[in-house]
């Protein structure tokens, strides 16, 4: 059963504009949210993370959207750079239970 | 360099050997968690230890699969009788364990190939 679902496995994106890259999630659970990201041969690389008591968080080039009535966050990257090229993944968790659930990811490919 | 560790990088075990992982966490970290990713899949939960304790093992399979975090050291993950089934990349993480969320950082991980 896959709580995380990232539908997309791969997004290409024109460098300098806007990379969105989506995620949904099944179970209601679930208040904590994170965005990683990932390099071959790389471990992950924590992004940005949001609590569901939020609805927007922002970092620098990043930010992350959470829909809690859809269950669906988004993570948008603007402006897209060729160094974004990577795969992505969401995670979540809940509160007390320190394990994290990912998605499969999407792999970006920012285009120069 | 103050960040997760693990080793070996890369590790080939035979059908019916033994691999052991280590996992040197974050300073100041005492949560460690391992996760395996599968070809072309998402990372998957396996176990979450304190030092000297196993919170939650409920990703673990039931056989064959043991981790421990002594006192002293680091985080071991080991795969007793290894088959086909078990090459995959295996990645620690840590955190500090401080009240509420806790954003787990990334060790490279060990990439393990049973032949």
């Known amino acids: 059963d896959q709580q995380v679902k990232q539908n997309s496995p791969s997004l290409s994106v024109q460098e300098g504009r806007i990379s969105i890259l989506n995620c949904d999630y099944t179970?209601?659970?679930?208040?904590?949210f994170l965005w990683y990201k990932k390099y071959p041969a790389e471990g992950p690389t924590f992004l940005i993370s949001?609590?569901?008591?939020?609805d927007k968080n922002e970092d620098g080039r990043f930010t992350v959207f959470l829909n809690k009535s859809a269950k669906h966050l988004s993570l948008h990257i603007v402006p897209s750079q060729p160094g974004d090229s990577a795969v992505y993944f969401c995670?979540?968790?809940?509160?007390?239970?320190?394990?994290?659930?990912f998605g499969t990811g999407t792999r970006l490919t920012i285009i120069p | 360099n103050a960040g997760v560790m693990q080793n070996p990088r890369h590790l080939v075990r035979r059908r019916g050997q033994e691999a052991r992982l280590r996992c040197s966490p974050m300073k100041g970290h005492s949560h460690v968690y391992w996760y395996r990713q599968l070809p072309e899949e998402g990372l998957k939960f396996m176990v979450y230890l304190q030092k000297e304790n196993i919170i939650d093992e409920s990703g673990m399979p039931k056989e064959r699969f043991s981790a421990e975090f002594p006192k002293e050291g680091p985080s071991i993950l080991r795969i007793q009788q290894v088959v086909r089934g078990d090459s995959a990349a295996y990645f620690c993480?840590?955190?500090?364990?401080?009240?509420?969320?806790?954003?787990?950082?990334f060790g490279p991980g060990t990439r393990l190939t049973v032949l």
């Open positions: 179970n209601s659970m679930f208040d904590y």
């Open positions: 949001i609590s569901s008591i939020k």
């Open positions: 993480a840590s955190s500090s364990g401080l009240a509420g969320h806790n954003e787990q950082f």
């Open positions: 995670a979540a968790s809940v509160y007390g239970n320190e394990k994290l659930t």
